[in-house]
Nanobody, 114 residues
Framework: QVQLVESGGGLVQAGGSLRLSCAAS????????MGWHRQAPGKQRELVAR???????NYADSVKGRFTISRDNAKNTVYLQMSSLKPEDTAVYYC????????WGPGTQVTVSS
C-alpha cells in the first residue's frame, strides 16, 4: 500500500524559511522521480519542483532560486527547502511521483503572512 506523508508546514512571515518533508512507503523510492506540488485556495494544483532518481532537479519559474528539492533514498524521503517565502506561496503542499499518480497524502499547510 502506497503512503505519502508530508510534514513541516506552518505559519511564517514573508522572507522566512521552511523545510518540508515527505516520507514515502510502498514504492521503489530510489528509482522514482518525485515532485512537490501545491494547491492554493481556489486554484488548481501545480507542480513546483521535481527531482529525478539520479538527483537532477527542475523548478517552476515562480519558485526558481528560492526553493530547493532534495532526496534521501536511504530514508525514502524527499525534501523541499523553501526560502524567501512570499504570501503567494501560501498553499497546501503535497508530494507525489512525477510520472505516476499515487494516492495523494494529506498535504502540509504553508501560510506566509505579509
Amino acid at each position: 500500500q502506497v503512503q505519502l506523508v508530508e510534514s513541516g508546514g506552518g505559519l511564517v512571515q514573508a522572507g522566512g524559511s521552511l523545510r518540508l518533508s515527505c516520507a514515502a512507503s510502498g514504492i521503489i523510492f530510489s528509482i522514482t522521480a518525485m515532485g512537490w506540488h501545491r494547491q492554493a485556495p481556489g486554484k488548481q494544483r501545480e507542480l513546483v519542483a521535481r527531482i529525478t532518481s539520479d538527483g537532477s532537479t527542475n523548478y517552476a519559474d515562480s519558485v526558481k532560486g528560492r526553493f530547493t528539492i532534495s532526496r534521501d533514498n536511504a530514508k525514502n524521503t524527499v525534501y523541499l527547502q523553501m526560502s524567501s517565502l512570499k504570501p503567494e506561496d501560501t498553499a497546501v503542499y503535497y508530494c507525489n511521483a512525477v510520472h505516476l499518480s499515487y494516492p495523494w497524502g494529506p498535504g502540509t499547510q504553508v501560510t506566509v503572512s505579509s
